[in-house]
């Protein structure tokens, strides 16, 4: 349907956008830790995605091609320049309404998500925020089903081991 006339292909492209675009930019946004950074991976996604669609190609699963997309511009951006996460801007639609506890924690996860190199951040954010099979993440990663295993093993240690304390001295009180 995006290779049709104008009329079709806008209405499909923006049926396709509605569908999916919160999660491609969660996706950019978690990655990237920068608002704006993230902003503009992901219309870059969109473009390249339409631009893409253009061609003589199938596209049997659409969500994982934007992923992969997203995922190239995410890379190819934080091989320019590192960010850090702002909290109040990473889980803004969720952060307000939650009890201060729960924010306490939530600020110490992303903190230990920061810490995580690139390579675990990635595989861990496309299994627990993405919801993405290890196999999905081992083909959208081009990495072996071990190697993904093993990273999101490794993301979730270091995750603990950097909470570890916090936890233990929030038990205590």
Known sequence: MLRRGKPISEQA????????SPRIFAYCRRILGDYD??????QDTFVKFFNSAQQEREMTNVPAYLL???????????RGQKGHVSLEEFHLPLYSDMP??????????????????????EAFVLRE????????IADLTETSLSSVK???FRAKQKIREILAPYVADLSQH
């Open 13 to 20: 492209f923006a049926e396709l956008y509605a569908r999916y």
């Open 37 to 42: 950074r993230a902003q503009d991976a992901f």
């Open 68 to 78: 992969r997309i997203a995922r190239n511009l995410c890379l190819n951006m934080q």
């Open 100 to 121: 201060h506890e729960k924010k306490e924690l939530l600020e110490l996860i992303t903190k230990a998500m920061e810490q995580l190199p690139g390579d675990y951040k």
């Open 129 to 136: 925020y993405e919801g993405l099979s290890y196999q999905e």
């Open 150 to 152: 093993i990273r999101i």
